[in-house]
């Protein structure tokens, strides 16, 4: 019984400690959840007897995606909840997406010009530190291009996408036929991913895996 007692008061204890570090890590300075979700994952019933104990705090119990059984611990047990979590962190995101893009476009129907869409546009007011968030498409298929004009000893940006790159007007001096020097070319999303926080913009990926994404 006394064994009993102390494994009782052991397991109490670290319920209380996890409760309290979850409470830390996951509650931010404005007093909310600082993740979109929580997965609870372990090899015994630790994980839902935290989830139901009072101690955890209620914030948090409303971010928890699911509660996962898993056979193993440490990195091992970790990587086994990512890929068992997989289909339920989708439905997550997939809400989060649904969210943004409904008040995209409520901001259209409202006509507030509060928006602007479009890769040039976008990116002439991401210049201008004109934006709040950036919706950025994760498979947007357009290269950002630093080249200079050795003529004119001058250097421009140009955003081509795959079209566009096969045009030589934008690799070529159209007077002198001379080649222009590329000093840079890479990924636009990979680019903005790198310096949107130069910017203070904010980054909401979208996908076309949903039909509001599509």
């Not at 909310?32 to 979700?37: A, D, H, L």
Request: proline share 3%.
């Amino acid at each position: 019984m006394r064994f009993a007692r102390l494994r009782e008061e052991k397991r109490a204890a670290y319920v209380k400690k996890v409760a309290e570090q979850a409470t830390v890590h996951f509650i931010g300075e404005d007093n909310k959840p600082n993740v979109k979700g929580l997965v609870l994952a372990g090899s015994a019933d630790f994980k839902t007897v935290l989830s139901q104990s009072e101690l955890f705090d209620k914030r948090l119990v409303n971010v928890i995606v699911t509660i996962l059984d898993v056979s193993y611990g440490q990195d091992n047990g970790f990587n086994q909840a990512i890929t068992l979590a997989a289909d339920s962190l989708a439905n997550v995101k997939f809400v989060q997406e649904k969210r943004i893009i409904g008040k995209f476009f409520e901001e259209i129907a409202l006509d507030t010009n509060m928006i602007t869409f479009g890769v040039d546009d976008t990116m002439k007011a991401l210049d201008m530190t004109a934006l709040d968030t950036l919706m950025l498409f994760e498979e947007i298929e357009v290269m950002r291009y630093e080249i200079r004009n050795p003529v004119k000893n001058e250097t421009n940006v140009f955003l081509l996408t795959p079209k566009q790159e096969e045009d030589p007007k934008y690799f070529k001096d159209p007077e002198t036929g001379v080649d222009f020097e590329v000093i840079s070319s890479e990924q636009l999303s990979d680019w903005i991913c790198l310096n949107y926080q130069s910017f203070g913009v904010k980054i909401e990926f979208i996908t076309d895996k949903s039909p509001d994404g599509f």
